[in-house]
């Protein structure tokens, strides 16, 4: 049974957490299966899930000049008032090498981070490699065919 559940600021993914302690992360686009489903995670109930951000706005003293050009650096937006709305920061978040991170709290009293890494590619040289194989061995084997 879902015990809580949150949105990602791209309202993209949702997560959610259960009854007996399992993590969950959903494409809201498609909630038929999940992206990843971590069981039992935590010993007891999960009592809430958020979402962690891309980008590090809380270290914006820690920047040293890594500001866009043409920014004031991470202050308040003039129009809104609003810290973030004028910050253009290059720091990553905890959840940079992945789609999406949730931190997962139980009344068991532990946080966990589950993360939803991004797809592994092959690189470009392994396919190369692969080409020059399998032409090497067909090459030997209408040698050997011909022969």
């Not at 532990?110 to 692969?130: D, E, G």
């Amino acid at each position: 049974m879902i015990l809580s559940m949150a949105v990602s600021e791209c309202s993209n993914y949702a997560a959610i957490g259960t009854t007996l302690g399992s993590v969950g992360s959903y494409n809201v686009h498609d909630l038929s299966r999940p992206l990843v489903f971590n069981r039992e995670v935590h010993q007891g109930m999960v009592t809430a899930v958020e979402f962690l951000p891309h980008r590090s706005y809380d270290a914006t003293d820690l920047a040293g000049g890594r500001m866009a050009p043409g920014d004031a650096g991470c202050n308040e937006s003039p129009k809104t008032g609003n810290k973030h709305d004028g910050a253009r920061c290059f720091l990553p978040g905890v959840c940079f090498d992945s789609r999406c991170a949730v931190v997962s709290l139980s009344v068991d009293q532990s946080i966990r981070l589950n993360r939803l890494p991004y797809p592994r590619r092959t690189a470009f040289t392994v396919y190369i490699c692969k080409l020059a194989l399998s032409a090497v061995l067909l090459h030997l084997l209408l040698r050997m065919v011909w022969l």
